[in-house]
């Protein structure tokens, strides 16, 4: 018998504990596989999150046009408009000039039509085609977003600054500029120019 | 041959006669009006004295809208044309503090009375239609209030550019002003 059960033992023992490895190889790859689609799923939602509170903090907006108000800044410069916790920030090459959010009176957002072929160039290039051809030319026109951020410096003087952005920008920077404390006013909507209107 | 050299004597003596009288005409209308009542020309002519200015806040009338844009533009662009003339020391902007020191200071209001939108497309294909005009009444009013001079200021722009530039020609047309009035 007892030679039987010892016979007997180290066989069942080897199957057992193979079936055990077998189990525990099955669990581990389970719980890896589980595993792994949880991180596939919940990585892009982290990945949002710490998008959105970058965009927070601070986010810039290549190739705006300060039309005039910013001081060092000469009118018409293009530059990046970046939106800061501490404020607003626009860069035209090495000159920067920078509006603190506490000094932000209002915003207010537009939206006009630009000319396509515009400026000087553009002027010679429309008179250069025979037949008044380069009436044709003007036809062509694109929308642009209008910032307008009114603010006071440290004497208390009223400041205006203008810029022009590309379409569909102007309230999403004004929206962060209010989330970083910015004062806003209720504003009575001027009519659109008539080139919307058509 | 005695008439033929008495003609032209006659016709000398005419024009000295007539030259006489036209001086005399003009230093008459010249000479100034009654004590305490100046003449047009006179007031015209009087010039202003400050050594400071300050600029106003353009404020929206109730029954006129005009964007926010146009408004922050023609504020700034009559600040820079202000300075360019030279004419003051100092050019406090609305609000300025330190405006409240200045000895001499003039106040600059710009009240907005019409404004037409106008279309850049519309005056570069059609050329008579489409300008954007802004009229303003420009007041120069001492510290307390008082009105020293007013007049209408026309901006516009009719054939080639964006419709700001009316606010760049306002401001060029309220620095000619300053110019003549200072």
């Known amino acids: 018998m007892k030679t039987r059960c010892t016979q007997i033992t180290p066989a069942v023992s080897c199957t057992r504990c193979e079936l055990v490895r077998r189990s525990l ?18 990585a892009p939602s982290f990945s949002r999150q710490s998008a959105t509170s970058q965009n927070l903090a601070s986010s810039s907006i290549p190739d705006v046009k300060c039309v005039i108000g ?9 530059g990046t408009l970046t939106s800061l916790p501490t404020g607003l920030e626009f860069t035209a090459g090495k000159k920067n000039a920078d509006i603190a959010t506490s000094s ?16 000087m160039g553009g002027t010679l290039v429309e008179a250069a085609i025979p037949y008044g051809g380069g009436r044709v030319v003007s036809l062509f026109s694109h929308k642009v977003d209008v910032l307008a951020v009114e603010y006071v410096d440290s004497n208390g003087g009223f400041h205006g600054a203008i810029f022009v952005l590309s379409a569909g920008k102007a309230t999403e920077f004004k929206n962060q500029l209010v989330a970083h404390g910015a004062k806003v006013s209720t504003h009575v ?7 919307q209107n058509q | 041959m ?34 305490g009542k100046p003449g047009p020309a006179a007031q015209q ?7 400071a200015i300050q600029l106003e806040r353009i404020v929206q009338p109730d029954d ?22 030279r004419k003051f020391q100092h050019v406090y902007r609305s609000g300025d503090r330190t405006a409240a020191d200045a000895p001499d200071l003039v106040v600059l209001h710009l009240i907005p009375e019409a404004f037409k939108p106008g279309s850049q497309k519309e005056r570069e294909v059609i050329t008579v239609a489409g300008a954007t005009s802004i009229k303003v009444k420009v007041q120069f009013t001492s510290r307390e209030g ?31 002003l300053v110019n003549e009035s200072f």
């Open chain 1, 25 to 42: 190889r099955l669990g581990g790859l389970l719980v890896f596989g589980v595993g792994l689609v949880i991180t596939a799923t919940a």
């Open chain 1, 70 to 78: 910013l001081e060092n800044i000469k009118p018409g410069a293009k």
């Open chain 1, 104 to 119: 932000i009176q209002d915003v207010f957002t537009g939206r006009e039509s630009r000319q396509d072929v515009s400026g």
């Open chain 1, 189 to 195: 909507e001027a009519p659109e120019p008539k080139e």
């Open chain 2, 2 to 35: 005695k008439a033929l050299s008495r003609t032209p004597h006659l016709s000398v003596l005419l024009f000295t006669g007539g030259c006489v009288a036209l001086l005399m005409a003009a230093s008459l209308l010249a000479q100034p009006g009654p004590a």
């Open chain 2, 45 to 51: 002519t009087q010039k202003l004295t400050a050594s």
């Open chain 2, 64 to 85: 006129l809208l005009i964007p926010e844009d146009t408004r922050v533009s023609m504020y700034e662009n009559v600040i820079l044309q202000l300075i360019k003339t």
């Open chain 2, 146 to 176: 008082k009105v020293l001079l007013e007049k209408d200021v026309v901006g516009k722009v009719r054939f080639y550019g964006e419709n700001l530039r009316a606010t760049y020609d306002l401001a060029k047309k309220v620095s000619g």
